[in-house]
């Protein structure tokens, strides 16, 4: 499964910023708002810090804690064959982990 988070602000300000997690540290321009992190683990905690510097007012920061989704699907749904005369197509989902703390589950579909 896919894991990021997507973290935004708004300050008034346009400084130069970083993002500090796991021991990385990320660059970001002051015209930006908003940074997409990807690449993270399933099912984990994440502790995000933005800093400004720059302005020689003093720095900004702040920060934010968050846990990624659990890994749910651990085989890709597959397509259930209908009939050749039906208009809609079933989808089958793997089952959800009991250990899972799930509430929802959110499923965009796209036809091309």
Same mark, same amino acid.
């Given at each position: 499964? !896919? &894991?990021? *988070?997507?973290?935004?602000? #708004?300050?008034?300000?346009?400084?130069?910023? $970083?993002?500090?997690?796991?021991?990385?540290?990320? =660059?970001? $321009?002051? /015209? @930006? %708002?908003k !940074?997409?992190?990807?690449?993270? $683990? +399933?099912? &984990?905690?994440?502790?995000?810090? @933005?800093?400004?510097?720059?302005?020689?007012?003093?720095?900004?920061?702040?920060? *934010?804690? *968050?846990? &990624?989704? +659990? /890994?749910? @699907?651990?085989? %890709? +749904? &597959?397509?259930?064959? +209908?009939?050749? /005369?039906? /208009?809609?197509?079933?989808?089958?989902?793997? #089952?959800?982990?009991? =250990?899972?703390?799930?509430?929802?589950?959110?499923?965009?579909?796209?036809t091309?």
């Amino acid at each position: 499964m !896919k &894991t990021s *988070v997507l973290l935004s602000w #708004e300050v008034p300000e346009t400084n130069k910023y $970083q993002i500090l997690y796991n021991n990385q540290k990320v =660059e970001i $321009q002051g /015209d @930006l %708002k908003k !940074k997409l992190i990807t690449r993270l $683990q +399933p099912d &984990t905690y994440y502790s995000f810090v @933005l800093m400004s510097y720059g302005n020689g007012a003093g720095d900004l920061q702040q920060q *934010v804690s *968050v846990r &990624t989704a +659990p /890994d749910l @699907l651990s085989v %890709k +749904p &597959t397509r259930y064959q +209908p009939s050749v /005369d039906e /208009d809609w197509v079933t989808i089958v989902m793997p #089952e959800v982990p009991a =250990e899972a703390h799930v509430r929802s589950v959110l499923f965009l579909w796209k036809t091309c």
